[in-house]
């Protein structure tokens, strides 16, 4: 069984400013992990994804996470938050032949 | 290539009302995934197919809920009788295949489902 809990349901951070959304993860089985984005009446797209190799993934629009295996968690950054990025997060997990368990969702506000 | 289609957008009808929602996915896709999304929520799977064979339909509440995907291509996911909390946008998601590194999940636009 897997489960995915992502701290915080509202991020709020200055243009320019680091973007830190946190996900910790559950997973009785080496964990395919992903984020995806959804903008307002969207469907979800794919920003990063980690399966096996190297554990620090990087992803479409400047973002990056992190594979820590003995912290259980898989956080999303980016260095400098653009008032585009704006969106709902969702943190994802798999196993290899399993079916995707999401998250809640973390909401990112962009202010100037 | 283009991405996976839904229709329609938006739906609103009256509990206790018939309603089905089409999808279709990328081409050349096998697995097909239907997920409802209730606000604040993360996707839920409701039924995955490999081609035209259910792989798993475990969450999904069979005494209201069918889907099909006849010809292993496009599929339709139907609700009869709608209740209130059917409110949900009902996302369809299609992937080459169901595992592995080509397991990556491309996600329609959604149908947007209100119930009242």
């Known amino acids: 069984a897997q489960s995915v809990t992502q701290l915080g349901s509202h991020v709020s951070v200055s243009e320019g400013a680091l973007v830190l959304l946190r996900c910790n993860y559950s997973?009785?089985?080496?964990?395919?992990l992903f984020w995806y984005v959804q903008y307002p009446n969207q469907g979800l797209q794919l920003l990063l994804k980690y399966t096996t190799g190297a554990t620090l993934v990087k992803g479409i629009n400047g973002f990056e996470a992190e594979f820590k295996k003995s912290e259980t968690s898989f956080h999303l950054t980016k260095p400098s938050a653009h008032m585009s990025d704006a969106a709902e997060y969702f943190c994802a997990v798999s196993g290899p032949a399993s079916k995707l368990t999401f998250g809640t969702g973390t909401r990112l506000q962009v202010t100037l | 290539e283009a991405g996976v289609a839904q229709s329609p957008r938006y739906k609103i009808i009256e509990k206790r009302q018939s309603v089905a929602f089409w999808c279709n996915p990328i081409s050349g896709h096998a697995t097909l995934y239907w997920y409802q999304q209730i606000l604040g929520q993360g996707p839920k799977l409701l039924i995955q197919?490999?081609?035209?064979?259910?792989?798993?339909d475990s969450q999904l509440p069979k005494d209201r809920f069918s889907a099909e995907r006849l010809k292993g291509v496009d599929s339709t996911l139907k609700i009869q009788p709608a209740k209130l909390e059917d409110s949900a946008v009902y996302l369809c998601?299609?992937?080459?295949?169901?595992?592995?590194?080509?397991?990556?999940?491309?996600f329609g636009p959604g149908t947007r489902l209100t119930v009242t």
């Open positions: 998601a299609s992937s080459y295949q169901g595992q592995g590194d080509s397991y990556e999940q491309y």
């Open positions: 197919f490999q081609n035209n064979g259910v792989v798993d």
């Open positions: 997973s009785s089985v080496p964990p395919y």
